[in-house]
């Protein structure tokens, strides 16, 4: 379980980041369809953490104010966000945009 104490050592590389709280529907339907964007691209792995009292530090320091919030992260540092759900198709061609962009910007 991803909290406050251990987020730090969690995040490494390029990840995505899923933020969800409890009781939201729209969350329940992203993480599995993450999972099969994610899964499906060698370069980035998936991150889910879950918006309650033991992630306040995450959340503040994150910025996190509404969930679902998918963050795209290098080694700790943001480099695109979204929030709320969006079609497969659309979160595909979002992290890919994203992540290729912030990839030729690196170099």
């Not at 994150?62 to 497969?88: H, M, S």
Request: with cysteine.
């Amino acid at each position: 379980m991803i909290n406050d104490s251990n987020y730090k050592e969690k995040i490494k590389g390029l990840q995505v980041i899923e933020v969800s709280g409890e009781s939201c529907a729209n969350c329940l339907t992203l993480m599995p369809m993450l999972f099969e964007v994610v899964g499906a691209r060698d370069n980035l792995s998936l991150l889910h953490i879950e918006a309650d009292e033991n992630t306040k530090g995450f959340l503040e320091e994150y910025k996190i104010e509404r969930v679902p919030t998918v963050l795209l992260l290098d080694n700790g540092v943001e480099f695109a966000r979204a929030v709320g759900f969006q079609p497969q198709e659309i979160f595909e061609l979002w992290i890919d945009a994203m992540v290729d962009e912030h990839l030729a910007n690196k170099r």
